[in-house]
């Protein structure tokens, strides 16, 4: 909460020495960022729902059990399309992967869970596409998800 009050109150006194300098210029920028803001809301809201429906639908003792210590290769692929469908912040995912491992999650599974869920976004990939074009977004989601199996891999071998 601090650092968000530290980093709000460094944007306001930029804004108030940007509005000094030159008062046009500043307000033709915080009306270009409004519009540009306005433009990806509708987008934003949506994947704000339905991030809050899976993780309402997708619950840490039903994932320990689809990605326990026995489920395999099986269990990676499953960890890999789950967290590929959901887009999760940093401060949720991490205490998420903590219970799933208390619960008996395999580390592996859960390795790979939390990295396509902060990294790849079927979930964010139309507004992505429309901001970034089709074969920028299709390149960083499908590199996401050879990455985080690639990290999987490193912890399935180094960790048993």
Known sequence: MINGIILYTIAIIYLGISFTKDKHKTKVALLSSWKMFRNVLPDLLAIMLFVGLALSLLTPSLISSIIGENSGLLGIIYSTLIGSIALVPSF?????????????????????????????????????????????????????????????????VVMT
């Open 92 to 156: 949720i995912v991490f205490p998420l992967g903590h219970t799933l491992v208390q619960n008996g999650a395999a580390l592996p599974q859960v390795a790979v869970l939390m990295s396509t869920l902060m990294a790849v976004g079927l979930a964010s990939l139309p507004m992505e596409q429309k901001t970034f074009g089709h074969s920028f977004a299709y390149a960083r989601n499908i590199s996401a998800i050879i990455m985080s199996l690639l990290f999987a891999l490193i912890i399935w």
